[in-house]
């Protein structure tokens, strides 16, 4: 499966999850396009957070290999 969020807007992302559920359960599928929008921006918010804790963790490890190397 393709990664659905990578450059793509809320709205490209909503039409794709529902595009995805709609086919997957048919007539059993009873969401909106708006709901379906309200969980890209919450994937999309997820992904944000995501990249900002790599980059605190990238930054942290960084530094410890720093302290760690002067120590020997």
Not at 16 to 42: M, S, Y
Request: one cysteine or more.
């Amino acid at each position: 499966m393709e990664v659905l969020y990578e450059n793509r807007s809320a709205q490209e992302l909503a039409e794709k999850i529902f595009e995805i559920f709609a086919a997957f359960f048919g007539k059993e599928f009873d969401k909106t396009l708006e709901e379906c929008e309200r969980v890209a921006n919450e994937i999309i918010g997820l992904r944000t957070s995501f990249i900002h804790i790599e980059a605190r963790l990238h930054r942290e490890s960084t530094q410890l290999f720093k302290r760690t190397e002067r120590d020997y």
